[in-house]
């Protein structure tokens, strides 16, 4: 094992003994969901310790690219970069305001890693409960590792779990505020846009025959995708997905879908929330229906990524809130025996399920430590 690996090992069980810890000493407030909050030291320290871990990589996924863009920028024309109200902008601008004052990547990386982790660890500090079960599948999941590619929507992503508060308020006006944060992360990536009929689609009762024609509707075009592929590739011209159309990425015949087993296993959590559905609807009302139709969403972004990958992109804006879900239905949806018995299970299932997609975080290299 290399070192890297030992520090991240101390992060993953540090950071889920101290929001182990801090759930026994709560804040008077209520968290999101109208759990007791955990103390802020279970938040704050897990959140630098993933952010700072993710911001000294110096590989993982497109990260060298990164750095390889960021040191072909002249500093003599960085101050030409203005900023427009146009979708991606913000990342530029970041890069070329940091080439500007150091030839040192790491503050890019470093900055983009605190966006993508520290609003998230946020959120599952805020909703989750209990807090370490949503710690533990934050890692485990691989969200956590993923993070280390697709810088920007990552960055993105850490900028739109910001409106999870409005994403579930039921007052009228609040979609205003949940679309001014939809469009600061589209400042940083095109993508966030999806979120605004997301917003829409799972304001509705859950597990309706609506459920039904969305995963057989999902399914459908997945096998079928190479009848809409054409008016698919045209969609993805005006965004920052267009260089795969350009290229002949999906028609080339090189890219491969993801792994079924990630399918499987976010079935179910989905499958143990419908049998647990009265009981949880009773706990929190409209609250829940929402957070069950955003997994999913989540769950059909993953089916259609069975044919290219490429639409696991999309499920960088919901797959938190499976996280949130499960932990919640494992705690609260079932009587005390069937609780210790899922608790059993999830925890070395998801340590098994981590090893066999954990995204080459094997693979960690460093310059700084």
Known sequence: MSIYMIY??????GSFVLAFLARSVPLRRPGGLGQPIPNPIGFIIPAAAFGIFSGLRNNLGDTV????????????????????????????????????????????????????????????????????MGIFLYVMTSYYTFS??????????????????????????DFIKYLVIILAAWLFHTSALVMIPIYFVVRRRSWTPFTSFLLLGTIAATVLFDTFLPQFLGMLEETDYSIYAENGW?????????????????????????????????????RWDILVNISIINLAFYILSLYNWIFARFAIYTSIYPIIMTAWVIEEGFGAERRRL?????????????????YSIIEYASDLF
Request: aromatic residues 18%.
């Open 8 to 13: 991240f090992a101390a992060i993953v069980t």
């Open 65 to 132: 690219f990164y750095i390889h863009s960021y040191n072909l920028i002249d500093p003599e024309t960085a101050e030409e970069i203005t900023f427009k109200f146009e979708g991606g902008i913000m990342y530029p601008l970041i890069q070329y305001w940091c080439r500007m004052r150091s030839e040192d990547p790491y503050q890019l990386i470093m900055i983009t890693a605190l966006l993508a982790c520290v609003p998230i660890v946020y959120i599952i500090y805020k909703y989750a409960y209990p807090y370490e």
């Open 148 to 173: 280390m590619n697709g810088i920007r929507q990552y960055a993105a992503a850490g900028i739109l779990i910001l409106g999870t508060k409005y994403l579930f308020s039921e007052k009228k006006y």
């Open 250 to 286: 999906f028609t080339s015949g090189t890219e491969t879908g993801s792994n079924i087993i990630r399918v499987i296993v976010l079935i179910v959590p989905l499958v143990l929330s419908y049998m647990a559905r009265e009981r949880m609807e009773f706990i929190h009302g409209r």
């Open 342 to 358: 899922l608790k059993g299970l999830c925890i070395p299932l998801y340590i098994v399920y981590f090893w066999f997609v954990r």
